[in-house]
Antibody
Framework: EAQLVETGGGLVQPGGSLRLSCVASEIAFTFSDHYMDWVRQGPGKGLEWVGRIRNRANNYNTDYAPSVKGRFTISRDDSSDSVYLQLNSLKIEDTAVYYC?????????WGPGTRVTVSS | QSVLTQPPSASATPGQRVTISCSGGSSNIGINYVYWYQHLPGAAPKLLIYRNDQRSPGVPDRFSGSKSGTSGSLAISGLRSEDEADYYCAAWDDSLSGRVFGGGTKLTVL
């Protein structure tokens, strides 16, 4: 069964960094054709879109939510069906479950998420 | 405060039909597709509806979506206890160059 699996979450101090990875396995789709998103959900909060990386045909262009722009960076490695989220200058309000999403073209497909806790 | 506006809660009894609204604007729902997700505690969000009214594979036809102007709607008919969950709408926003979600609607099956 096709799946996306996120790893790299954990506990980090404010101001610290973390790198999340998402690998597509046993996939029945061509990873490199798809845009990939990161979405998060903070404790007691709703879903919040973090950012997107497009495919090679669209020059791997990225977009970010205003709340993370300049601090977070999305990259991908199509040769290993992987997408990454580099989180820098972390704040307490970045505490959340982070989901990797095969976003476009639809229908989209989500990983189970990885938890990031920012605390001193 | 979310760019897309949903009612925070909705409720109905088993077998009934419930509708959840999602209000946006001219830069998001007005010119882009609406998506609907079901989110159960501890699980990944599940796509129900994409491109306004297309059911995701495996989603029963009790779930339907529609769009009119700058608003979208999710309807669930023949309500079941397992439909109790949080529901979110989403759309791309051209002004923000990003995806926006509604604040979510908690559906209670009485």
């Amino acid at each position: 069964e096709a799946q996306l699996v996120e790893t790299g979450g954990g506990l980090v101090q404010p101001g610290g960094s973390l790198r999340l990875s998402c690998v597509a396995s046993e996939i029945a789709f061509t990873f490199s054709d798809h845009y990939m998103d990161w979405v998060r959900q903070g404790p007691g909060k709703g879903l919040e879109w973090v950012g997107r990386i497009r495919n090679r045909a669209n020059n791997y262009n990225t977009d970010y939510a205003p709340s993370v722009k300049g601090r977070f960076t999305i990259s991908r490695d199509d040769s290993s069906d992987s997408v990454y989220l580099q989180l820098n200058s972390l704040k307490i309000e970045d505490t959340a479950v982070y989901y990797c999403v095969r976003a476009y073209p639809p229908p989209d497909f989500w990983g189970p998420g990885t938890r990031v806790t920012v605390s001193s | 405060q979310s760019v897309l506006t949903q009612p925070p809660s909705a409720s109905a009894t088993p077998g009934q039909r419930v509708t959840i609204s999602c209000s946006g604007g001219s830069s998001n729902i007005g010119i882009n597709y609406v998506y609907w997700y079901q989110h159960l505690p501890g699980a990944a969000p599940k796509l129900l509806i994409y491109r306004n009214d297309q059911r995701s594979p495996g989603v029963p036809d009790r779930f339907s979506g529609s769009k009119s102007g700058t608003s979208g709607s999710l309807a669930i008919s023949g309500l079941r206890s397992e439909d109790e969950a949080d529901y979110y709408c989403a759309a791309w926003d051209d002004s923000l160059s990003g995806r926006v979600f509604g604040g979510g609607t908690k559906l209670t099956v009485l």
